[in-house]
DNA sequence: GCATCATATTCGAATATTCACAAGAGGCCA
DNA sequence: TGGCCTCTTGTGAATATTCGAATATGATGC
């Protein structure tokens, strides 16, 4: 990583990552993911979004290889690839569960 | 969590904090604090950035509560807020190499 | 073949992000 | 006070993201 060329590369795909994770529709993906694999339309049903949209929000998923698709007949079944992505994801919630805890303090305080 | 109301502004706010991680810059700003604070002048110096640039990037970063800035004088010193940010920040970089060493093994094999 | 169901992709309009530059604001010292 | 240093903020142009609607693809069954 001491080449800063390769550097700048590698924390660009880094923030590709995180911008796929920086919608709250592809959040809520990830939870119902979290206890295993989902057809598309059990996401469009439990999620109540249109088809095309949650297609679209799988598709950025899918190209930064945070979930991966599987076929079965007709129908398409999405799970996460790496676990360690909902711990990202636990981890970043409880920062945001502190900063709000926090932010009624200083309400209160202020 | 069972008010759905209340359910889409929490994930609301937790993809607004995803999107604060989401650009390269705000990734080597975090980087530069992980080892302490930083004044801005510094971070110009070892980023590279036009002062304006960055100040925009720390102010989002602020927005997000994931910074502090303690004034000294006429410098400003940014420090890391919550040491679990960097341990998502180190999650998903772990998560990158992965997909990145994948990506090489199926360029090898198609 | 054709119809149907499940999913994906394309398109365009509305909105958001990012950058550089210019201007503002606060602290320090002669 | 005035000048200088450090940092922040407003503006606008270029670019990117997001959504719904329409359309395309792909598998299944008749």
């Known amino acids: 990583m001491s080449d800063p060329g390769r550097r700048d590369e590698f924390y660009a795909l880094h923030a590709h990552l995180c911008r796929a994770l920086a919608h709250p529709t592809r959040l809520l993906i990830i939870e119902e993911l979290r206890d295993g694999p989902r057809a598309v339309g059990e996401l469009v049903e439990r999620l109540g979004h249109r088809q095309s949209n949650l297609s679209q929000h799988l598709a950025i998923l899918r190209e930064q290889r945070l979930v991966t698709a599987r076929r079965e ?7 996460l690839r790496d676990p360690r992505v909902t711990q990202a ?15 009624e303090r200083l309400a209160v305080a202020n």
């Open 89 to 103: 994801f636990d981890l970043l919630r409880e920062v945001l569960r502190q900063v709000l805890r926090e932010g």
């Open 73 to 79: 007949g007709s129908t398409v079944y999405y799970a």
